[in-house]
């Protein structure tokens, strides 16, 4: 292993994650026409102008089996907006909306599973887009975790993000077709927030074009955010008590690049941010806000992110996007 990333190897072991019970809510049902991602200005960097889907749209789900190298399995659970009513839980195998998505990866925390963020990760797919969250191999829970194991992932994420957008035209696959596949984010909470951070410093994914990190860390993958820009969002309790607060900050003022922080002042490393509830609420609202205008290029939503923030008084927004 390079010397450079061996001396936060230690501090790396720290990283736990701490997760309540998480459920879905119903989703608002208002509808309208699907829209796509149209090429005309640029909002943000890299991302044309377009709309993102008004509409909330019902949640499938489905598992894709994959290994990266032959000794990493790296099975992935899929949501995606599907036919039929919005605001129930996921469908296995639900039929695909119609319409082209953006591809959004997420990177769960230490001794985790992508179904620990289900009320998360389904309010995204309702909003327009696939979710592609792998099962990491050494990281999760069932598994024997070494948590040094973190800084391999970020090349797993970029496997799996190959893999997920090659089924936009693989023969026969529901999703061919349905992917925006220049359209892409990567996030993750906690360890899969330093898997998500390494995604835009030491191993760079130029695919990608915007990042979310939920309690996350520069440890261990270091804070030199290289390549194109990518606006980025972080999310963090104050009250965080395994990620400590000041080291996600100090992560975040080291971006170059257009960004935004969300603090909320009573939330912990964990249930406060995912378990359902008031909070979540606000963590998803502005999640989904960042993401339609970061990957659907879409000014409105950006003009509602930070309302969205405010709501409840449970949170603050450092905006710099």
């Given at each position: 292993?390079?010397r450079?990333r061996?001396?936060?190897?230690?501090?790396?072991?720290?990283?736990?994650?701490?997760?309540?019970?998480?459920?879905?809510?119903?989703?608002?049902?208002?509808?309208?026409?699907?829209?796509e991602?149209?090429?005309?200005?640029?909002?943000?960097?890299?991302?044309?102008?377009g709309?993102?889907?008004?509409?909330?749209?019902?949640v499938?789900?489905?598992?894709?089996?994959?290994?990266?190298?032959?000794?990493?399995?790296?099975?992935?659970?899929?949501?995606y907006?599907?036919?039929?009513?919005a605001?129930?839980?996921?469908?296995?195998?639900?039929?695909?909306?119609?319409g082209?998505?953006?591809?959004?990866?997420?990177?769960?925390?230490?001794?985790?599973?992508?179904?620990?963020?289900?009320?998360?990760?389904?309010r995204?797919?309702?909003?327009?887009?696939?979710?592609?969250a792998?099962?990491?191999?050494?990281?999760?829970?069932?598994?024997?975790?070494?948590?040094?194991?973190?800084?391999?992932?970020?090349?797993?994420?970029?496997y799996?993000?190959?893999?997920?957008?090659?089924?936009?035209?693989?023969?026969?696959?529901?999703?061919?077709?349905?992917?925006?596949?220049?359209?892409?984010?990567?996030?993750?909470?906690?360890?899969?927030?330093?898997?998500?951070?390494?995604?835009?410093?030491?191993?760079?994914?130029?695919?990608?074009?915007?990042?979310?990190?939920?309690?996350?860390?520069?440890?261990?993958v270091?804070?030199?955010?290289?390549?194109?820009?990518?606006?980025?969002?972080?999310?963090?309790?104050?009250?965080?008590?395994?990620?400590?607060?000041?080291?996600?900050?100090?992560?975040?003022?080291?971006?170059?690049?257009?960004?935004?922080?969300l603090?909320?002042?009573?939330?912990?490393?964990?249930?406060?941010?995912?378990?359902?509830?008031?909070?979540?609420?606000?963590?998803?609202?502005?999640?989904?806000?960042?993401?339609?205008?970061?990957?659907?290029?879409?000014?409105?939503?950006?003009?509602?992110?930070?309302?969205?923030?405010?709501?409840?008084?449970?949170?603050t927004?450092?905006?710099?996007?």
């Open positions: 292993m390079p450079r061996t001396a936060a190897l230690v501090a790396t072991t720290l990283l736990t994650v701490g997760l309540a019970a998480c459920s879905t809510d119903a989703a608002p049902t208002t509808r309208s026409p699907a829209a991602p149209s090429a005309t200005a640029t909002p943000g960097p890299g991302v044309p102008r709309r993102a889907p008004e509409q909330t749209f019902a499938g789900v489905r598992q894709l089996p994959l290994n990266r190298d032959g000794d990493r399995p790296l099975p992935v659970t899929l949501w907006p599907a036919r039929g009513e605001g129930g839980t996921a469908e296995r195998s639900a039929p695909v909306a119609g082209r998505f953006p591809v959004v990866v997420f990177s769960h925390g230490l001794g985790a599973r992508p179904a620990d963020y289900a009320a998360l990760l389904t995204w797919a309702a909003a327009g887009f696939v979710v592609a792998p099962t990491f191999p050494h990281t999760s829970r069932g598994a024997q975790v070494n948590p040094l194991d973190v800084l391999n992932q970020p090349a797993d994420v970029s799996v993000l190959t893999e997920v957008l090659g089924l936009d035209e693989r023969a026969g696959d529901p999703l061919r077709g349905r992917l925006a596949t220049d359209r892409v984010a990567a996030t993750g909470h906690s360890a899969g927030g330093v898997t998500t951070i390494g995604l835009f410093t030491l191993d760079r994914d130029e695919r990608l074009d915007a990042g979310v990190v939920l309690a996350g860390t520069a440890l261990g270091g804070s030199t955010f290289v390549g194109a820009a990518a606006p980025q969002l972080f999310v963090h309790g104050e009250l965080d008590e395994v990620v400590d607060y000041a080291s996600g900050r100090a992560a975040y003022d080291r971006v170059p690049w257009p960004k935004a922080m603090s909320l002042p009573r939330g912990d490393h964990g249930r406060a941010l995912l378990a359902d509830g008031a909070s979540l609420r606000v963590v998803s609202d502005t999640t989904i806000e960042f993401l339609r205008w970061s990957l659907y290029g879409d000014e409105a939503a950006r003009g509602r992110l930070p309302v969205d923030a405010a709501r409840g008084g449970l949170a927004l450092d905006d710099r996007l």
